[in-house]
């Protein structure tokens, strides 16, 4: 995220095909120690790659797009969003449990614009080689810019991490920190002009939790990632399980510019923290517990899950605390 990250205007380069812009952006050799142990038989090149799964373990798939205007504010820089398109695919498997493996890229761009290519790329095989992922396919089109990975990890049979697996007297956990991105976004939309850099690379270049939801494997009850807002995904663990919860907001993780701004709605609400959620069985807490301090992890217990359904929030005098649950919806009328 350092240095000169200005990107020359769109320019059409000379004639060159779709073919020459995957070979030049995208056919990254894979690392050697992908190579010794990829299980990727066949990569970008051919009709499809070819991947071997190992025996006892189950493919997990999941596919997030990120389209510029909705996703990202338009004057987002494309190392950026090369970052971040991979991130949120990674937060997935995170939520699961899984080891992230191979990813494929679905790639709308309006133009072939070299400095664009070259930023994305960048951005997006920084990542994806801390994680071990491996381009292994996709396909590249023209039109208004819109980003889709899809992403296959793997989980030992039976361990992956469900949204639904919470229980009564379950403990409510969250890692990291929440609400930064959010006030990173409205300080945006705010066009506020000095924003401090820690926050817009929470908004920016989120951290998927990959290493956490690993060591939670057999440890957690119940598990999902925090794009929509604790409120709403917190909302899918209930649903999905069958419960309810309260949460004690004073044991929220916030950073100091978030606590400062006294607005609750943020590390509810506002989206796009991409931390994990996860319930626990009170037996399993020493577990948790050695976890976190033998690998530096950061899990902070905010509630307890009940019978009743739904979600309550106690603010810090004991008063309860309506969240608005309902996060972001594509289709919903603010949507
Ligand atoms: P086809 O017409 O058979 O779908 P494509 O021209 O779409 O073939 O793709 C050729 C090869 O390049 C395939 O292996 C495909 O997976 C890969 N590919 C296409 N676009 C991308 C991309 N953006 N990133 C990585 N691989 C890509
Ligand atoms: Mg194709």
Not at 15 to 21: G, I, Q, S
Not at 130 to 141: E, H, I, S, Y
Not at 207 to 229: C, K, V
Request: charged content about 20%.
């Amino acid at each position: 995220m350092s240095g000169d990250r200005s990107v020359a205007s769109p320019q059409e380069s000379s004639p060159a095909t779709e073919f020459d812009l995957i070979e030049r952006w995208f056919s990254r050799p894979a690392s050697l120690n992908q190579k010794q142990d990829s299980g990727t038989a066949l990569g970008i090149g051919d009709d499809a790659a070819l991947l071997d799964i190992p025996v006892g373990m189950q493919l997990v798939v999941s596919m997030d797009t990120l389209v510029a205007g909705v996703h990202f504010p338009l004057d987002t820089h494309p190392e950026d969003i090369g970052h971040k398109s991979l991130a949120v695919s990674l937060s997935d498997m995170a939520a699961m449990g899984a080891e992230p493996r191979w990813a494929t890229l679905a790639l709308t761009v309006p133009q072939r614009d070299e400095a664009w290519l070259t930023a994305f790329s960048n951005g997006f095989f920084a990542l994806a080689r801390r994680f071990n992922v491996q381009l292994v396919g996709g396909d590249t089109t023209r039109g208004p810019l819109s980003i889709t990975v899809q992403m296959h990890g793997l989980v030992p049979r039976g361990q992956g991490l469900l949204r639904a697996g919470a229980h009564l007297n379950d403990l409510i956990y969250v890692t990291g920190e929440l609400g930064d991105a959010g006030l990173a976004l409205r300080l945006l939309k705010a066009e506020v002009s000095l924003i401090d850099e820690r926050l817009l690379a929470r908004l920016n270049w989120p951290e998927p939790r990959i290493h956490e939801g690993i060591a939670l494997r057999g440890i957690a009850s119940a598990a999902i990632d925090i794009s929509d807002g604790l409120a709403a995904d917190l909302g899918h663990i209930l649903t999905a399980s069958g419960v309810g919860a309260s949460l004690q907001l004073a044991s929220l993780p916030l950073s100091q510019a978030v606590a400062d701004c006294t607005d609750w709605s943020l590390p509810l609400s506002a989206g796009d923290d991409y931390e994990l959620c996860f319930t626990l069985n009170p037996r399993k807490q020493a577990n948790l517990l050695a976890i976190a301090e033998s690998c530096g992890y950061r899990f902070s217990c905010i509630g307890v899950i009940e019978h009743a359904p739904g979600l309550r929030c106690m603010l810090p005098d004991g008063e309860l605390f309506m969240p608005d649950k309902k996060g972001y919806d594509h289709f919903g009328s603010s949507g």
